[in-house]
């Protein structure tokens, strides 16, 4: 999140046991919306956090997992290599050390039945060196994210470099002043709060913006309909010109032009947009930005190396000519790490993991894959998108655990050794 924006829930939702945000963030009160945290403050809240409970230990930092690969005990290499499960019971916390080979086709021969879990990848230490690593565990949390993969419109020149998937993009071009007032527009497309605290960010700069969504302002989804006016004006103002800066209202002397590409192909196709006056004037309403035109129910056919972007909307094709794009339409978990990466773990393991789409399938009380005994998985990648529902997903899986451990130090105390 760009630092001038405030986050979604409220600063007290955001709070882990046993450290109160307010005592933390010294009570701050701005106006109506200050319980809502700024990023500057909840990230100082979660690494004083850290501190205040002594977890540093419990943290490597500038370490990537690059690969988590199924080892077996007690099981033949070739059940790894056709992709076999084995449904064991997952065993206790904690890392096992093994006589592994390494390269995930080698097995203990005398161990017993349960799941091995071995953890590649490198540390990036000063220089950018990097250092690998290699570790085993029993069991495997998976609590990588949902913001890894951005959502791709898929459509021709999206790989050009004027075309960028991330706001911090918009933030950094501001910051190094390669865009201003004089420069063309820039087109943020996506109808969702990281398209908003976009139309937001420009606006601040007094930078153009054509904003671009699939949705009619009248969709019910709309993430705007949602969100209290007093709680969220900055996203209402951006509703509002969503809703009262369209490309037909705007379509006057000032407003945008599209190039002459559109106009032959639109010619040909479309009628002309209409210039409705009535609502013109709702868009110049004060406190609006009145260099934003918004073009809903539009997507993108194409981005030209020329910086053109063809923009289709209701029967009729036009063409913009922009200094940047932003798209802006969510982003997916990255599981390169996993197999297949961990498809096959979703409720449908047909289509890629998505937290909102097709979250992994986990067992509700433990957070355990179904399809992966040992391995765990919490947060958007299993559908809990905000920070207050991640702490149920810590519980389930550390009582899951404990709950093992102490069953099998029962059965050791007891003489019993199977789990070993
Ligand atoms: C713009 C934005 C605003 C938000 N606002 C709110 C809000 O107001 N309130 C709210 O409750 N929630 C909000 N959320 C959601 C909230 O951020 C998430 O619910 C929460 O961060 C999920 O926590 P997590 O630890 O599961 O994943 P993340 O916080 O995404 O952390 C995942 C971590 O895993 C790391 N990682 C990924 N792959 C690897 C790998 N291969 N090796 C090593 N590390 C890896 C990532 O670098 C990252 O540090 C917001 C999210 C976004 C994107």
Redesign the pocket.
């Known amino acids: ?1 760009e630092g001038s924006m405030l ?3 409220l600063g007290i ?2 709070e882990l046991p046993g450290v109160n945000y307010r005592d933390l963030t010294n009570g701050k009160h701005r106006d109506v919306t200050s319980d ?1 945290a700024t990023p500057e403050e909840i990230s100082t809240y979660y690494r004083d956090y850290v501190k205040l409970k002594g977890l540093q230990k419990n943290f490597v930092d500038n ?4 690969s988590i690969q199924k080892l077996c005990r007690g099981h033949k290499a070739e059940d790894l290599e056709n992709g076999h499960t084995d449904k064991g019971d997952g065993g206790m916390g904690g890392e096992g050390k093994g006589g592994f080979e390494g390269n995930g086709k080698a097995c203990v021969k005398n161990g017993g039945g349960g799941t091995l879990w071995e953890v590649r ?1 490198y540390r990036q230490v000063q220089n950018k060196t990097h250092v690998p690593f290699s570790l085993f565990a029993e069991n495997v949390v998976l ?6 993969s951005p959502v791709r419109l898929g459509v021709e020149g999206e790989d050009l470099p004027f075309v960028f998937h991330s706001i911090s993009n918009l933030g950094l071009a501001v910051s190094q002043r390669k865009l201003d007032r004089n420069s063309d527009p820039v087109l943020i497309i996506g109808a969702g ?2 398209a908003a ?1 976009a139309v937001l960010c420009a606006c601040s700069s007094n930078i153009r913006v054509l904003h671009v969504f699939r949705k009619s302002v009248d969709n019910p989804d709309l993430i705007f309909k949602q969100l209290p006016k007093s709680l969220y004006p900055e996203y209402h103002k951006v509703y509002n010109m969503m809703c009262s800066q369209t490309y037909t209202n705007m379509a006057a002397p000032n407003g945008p032009q599209p190039e002459s590409i559109a106009s032959s192909v639109c010619a040909k196709i479309c009628p002309k947009p209409q210039l409705s006056a009535g609502n013109l004037a709702g868009g110049t309403s004060a406190g609006l930005f009145p260099d934003y035109t918004s073009f809903p129910e539009h997507c993108v056919v194409s981005f030209q190396p020329d910086m053109n972007c063809l923009l289709q909307g209701n029967n009729s094709l036009k063409a913009f000519k922009v200094s940047m794009v932003l798209v802006l339409i969510g ?1 997916n978990p ?1 599981l ?2 996993l197999k297949g990466q961990g498809q096959y773990l979703g409720q449908d393991p047909t289509r890629p993991i998505s937290c909102k789409q097709n979250p992994i399938d986990i067992n509700q009380y433990t957070f355990e894959c179904t399809k992966e005994p040992g391995l765990f998985a ?4 299993v559908g ?7 702490k149920g997903g810590a519980l389930g899986i550390t009582s899951c655990l404990l709950t093992r451990l102490k069953k099998r130090e029962k059965l050791i105390s007891k003489g019993g050794n199977t789990f070993i």
């Not at 609590?143 to 890894?148: E, Q, R, V």
């Not at 919490?378 to 990648?381: A, D």
């Not at 809990?384 to 991640?390: A, H, I, P, S, Y």
Request: charged share 15%; no cysteine; aromatic share 16%.
């Open positions: 999140m986050t979604i829930s939702w955001m809502r370490t990537y997992v690059t990848g609590a990588t994210g949902a913001s890894d709060l990281s605290d982003t990255n390169f790490f919490m947060g958007p990648l809990d998108n905000f920070v207050r529902f991640l």
